[in-house]
């Protein structure tokens, strides 16, 4: 690793006011708040409802929370990257759109795009702007409007996501502080179980597609639920024991919320204790992108300076992996 590491220095947040209650879904499809609790965890998730908002108006609304927050100067911040699997719109990126709307003028800016992975994979990207040495301020958000691509009719999948946005500042850090080390994996053979096709290259989105809700997102669930609890798991581990972590030295699990029992299988392989794992699932659902960032929104008040954190992600693709990070503030 370079001299220079590359520190979250600032958190910011934003959910949609509408709240969708396992009660309320229960008046949709049929299912019901035991179901959902017991299999997943949610009890409530948030919608952005308003007509003509997209996953830009999530992002711009989490990086400006960060901005107030922390008083950073937008002019200063370099680059800017929104990990999303739902951009506004399927050319325009939606990253250069929030960039200019949250006065970020001397930055440039991209997508990225790896499921519900993205926010990870952006945190290692991010980092190796910064640990190079040119750059200073790189905005990384992760932000998703998974309401965009739901049926609501298809109780396997409208009960899990919702909608929601994270950001965070990485800077440079010379105490060793910031990202130790990355594992990070994919594997192309899993993309049929988790999808939404149609509005792709490859799929012609035609009426009857449209008709049949094929532009929404499709999920195997179990299938995804067993790669997801080895891999997690089996990634988690590994970066633990290769740098020589032990249970006492890690202060948090902060684990892509998709299934309460997913997260707790993969703290369970790691043998750690439930006080040291980060939830808000309860509250949100699978924000896909913000889960990573929200985790630390929620949580920022009770981390320290040299706390230990294991973040760990799984996604479609299947895209997965898991990142040591030594919190900075
Ligand atoms: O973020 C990206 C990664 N995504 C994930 O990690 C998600 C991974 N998968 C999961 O979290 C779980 O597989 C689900 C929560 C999606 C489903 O839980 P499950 O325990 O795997 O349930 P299942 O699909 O095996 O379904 C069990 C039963 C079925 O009924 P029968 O066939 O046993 O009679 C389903 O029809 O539960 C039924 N079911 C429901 N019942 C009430 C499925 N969905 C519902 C529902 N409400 N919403």
Redesign the pocket.
Known sequence: MSEISAAITAVGGYLPNYVLTNQILETI????DE??TS??GIKERRILKEEGKGTSFLAIKAAQDLIDKSGVNPQEIELVIVATATPDMKAASTAAYTATKIGATNAFSYDLEA??SSFLFGMSTAAKYIESGRYKKVLLIGADKNSSMINYKD??TC??FGDGAGAVLFEPNNEGLGVQDEYLRSDGSGREF?QAKYGGSSYKTTAEALENNEHCIF?D??T??KN?VSNMADVSEKIIKRNGLNNDDISWLAA?Q??K??IDATAKRISLEDEKVMMNIQKYG?T?SATLPLLLYDYESKLKKGDNIIFAA???GFTWGSIYLKWAY
Request: positive net charge; glycine residues 10%; proline residues 0%.
């Open positions: 499809v049929d299912t019901n179901w959902i299999r997943t499921a519900c109780r396997a009960i899990i988790l999920q669930g179990k995804v639920f997801a892509h998709a299934n029992r997913i699978n896909t799984f996604g479609g």
